[in-house]
Nanobody, 114 residues
Framework: VQLVESGGGLVQPGGSLVLACAVSGSRFDNFVVTWYRQAPEKQGELVAS????????NYADSVKGRFTISRDYTKTTVYLQMTSLKSEDTGVYYC????????WGKGTLVTVSS
């Protein structure tokens, strides 16, 4: 299984970004995909997760109401739509795909700054 994250970049506070985690080499079923972020000098944080079945989602309190996680079976991709971005959302965002085996992407940098 390989994961490729994309969509990071520099955005002003209040702006939006959409991160994508493209999954290859997997049947893309019976999985849980989780977005984590690592901010400078802070502990890693679970941002959001989604399961293959029932579309169960989970969000960190710090992003509830601002971030939305979704998956596209045709593109075998999981998205993280981020709105109303704040400076504290800055960090490297990593995608984790778990279908019994945990696989990590290399991360994509999000910088929220004016």
């Amino acid at each position: 299984v390989q994961l490729v994250e994309s969509g990071g970049g520099l955005v002003q506070p209040g702006g939006s970004l959409v991160l994508a985690c493209a999954v290859s080499g997997s049947r893309f079923d019976n999985f849980v995909v989780t977005w984590y972020r690592q901010a400078p000098e802070k502990q890693g944080e679970l941002v959001a997760s989604i399961s293959a079945y029932e579309e169960r989602t989970n969000y960190a309190d710090s992003v509830k109401g601002r971030f939305t996680i979704s998956r596209d079976y045709t593109k075998t991709t999981v998205y993280l739509q981020m709105t109303s971005l704040k400076s504290e959302d800055t960090g490297v965002y990593y995608c984790n795909y778990n279908d019994g085996v945990s696989t990590w992407g290399k991360g994509t940098l999000v910088t929220v700054s004016s």
